[in-house]
């Protein structure tokens, strides 16, 4: 039976035991019980696991370096599902202490499975949210990897900052700008377009565009912030006609703007 096949009660119940689990496997240096979970096929369970580890790691100073000791040998492991849940363990100790587990990033972005790295990804974007200086600083020495998936993955991995403070990783981004490849570029468009239709998100990018001296592609990044405003027109602030209005004012390129 899976997570969400339980009931809420159930569901709490569960967490807590693998709480239990992961405090007693820590506890006797049993990393037998702790790899239970983070192999197991169900991504919520694999979840809590990650969640309660990350608590534990907080709560439990004494049990940090076995916390560390335990994702660095399960790195090691040839499941997938146990690196991945490394990396989302990482993710929520790096949102307090990202140095700590920085060597974990540095593995995962050259994982061979694509599921780890994505965990990288999406690690990335919690701790941009809640530590940003430490992870975009980090970020920086990857913008300009000679691997395209690593610069796709760094961009990619530093949008939800940008959602709410914009000008924190556009400095990144502009260093984008000519890429040769487009798989990167598209990934950067896209994340221009995510950044854009927040509270006060769009005079910011759009000002910042001007200042972008490769016209196709911020003409190419003013079309996807159009359609963000119209796919996500129910959380933008304002309407796709407004943001077509304030960037025929504000943006200093000529471009056709459809209506």
């Known amino acids: 039976m899976s997570f969400y096949d339980l ?9 807590r035991q693998i709480n239990k689990a992961i405090f007693y496997g820590l506890q006797k240096n049993n990393n037998d019980t702790l790899k239970i ?16 580890t990350g608590k534990i790691y907080f709560a439990t100073e ?22 991945q849940t490394v990396i989302n363990t990482a993710g929520e ?21 694509h599921a780890v790295r994505n965990a990288v990804i999406g690690s990335m974007k919690k701790i941009g949210n809640k530590n940003p200086k430490p992870l975009l600083q980090w970020a920086r020495s990857y913008l300009h990897h000679p691997d395209k998936e690593i610069r796709r993955e760094i961009c990619h991995g530093i949008e939800l900052r940008g959602r709410t403070h914009p000008q924190d990783i556009l400095p990144l981004l ?37 200042t972008w001296h490769n016209k196709a592609l911020t003409d190419q990044a003013i079309e996807e912030i159009i359609d963000v405003h119209h796919r996500y027109r129910n959380f933008a602030v304002l309407t796709r006609d407004q943001a077509i209005t304030f960037i025929r004012a504000h943006y200093q390129q000529s471009i056709i703007i459809k209506s």
């Open 37 to 52: 979970y983070f192999a197991d096929e169900d991504t919520y369970i694999r979840k809590a696991a990650y969640q309660e």
């Open 174 to 210: 502009k260093t984008l700008q000519d890429d040769h490849t487009a798989r990167v570029r598209n990934t950067l468009v896209h994340v221009l377009g995510q950044i854009s239709y927040k509270k006060g998100c769009l005079e910011t990018v759009v000002g910042d565009l001007n």
């Open 93 to 113: 100790i790096g949102m307090k202490n990202f140095e700590t587990v920085q060597y974990f990033f540095d593995k995962g972005l050259f994982d061979s499975h």
């Open 62 to 83: 004494n049990f940090q370096p076995r916390v560390l000791g335990m994702l660095e040998g399960f790195y090691k492991e040839t499941d997938y599902r146990i690196r």
């Open 7 to 15: 009931s809420k009660e159930e569901r709490n119940t569960l967490v």
